[in-house]
């Protein structure tokens, strides 16, 4: 599972096969982060959530959930 990655001017170039396995496409957004230790860690960038978890729940689950409303004065 050691796969060398080829630089050049910046660039990281992540072998086919592994993108093949993670899943990666053109376009797709990395974030880069180094540990403590030294160590280099590429993640995945996920796309956000086309709708929300309460939007998800009314829409597939048929789930109502009460408007949340505040009885508090405001401070002042």
Do not use: W
Request: glycine residues 6%.
């Amino acid at each position: 599972m050691n796969e060398v990655l080829y630089m050049d001017k910046g660039r990281v170039t992540i072998p086919k096969a592994c993108r093949t396995r993670r899943g990666l496409e053109d376009g797709d957004t990395l974030l880069f982060l180094e540990t403590q230790s030294g160590e280099m860690v590429l993640r995945p960038v996920k796309e956000k959530p086309k709708m929300t978890l309460l939007e998800h729940l009314r829409k597939f689950k048929g789930v109502e959930l009460p408007t949340m409303t505040f009885h508090c004065p405001p401070r002042i």
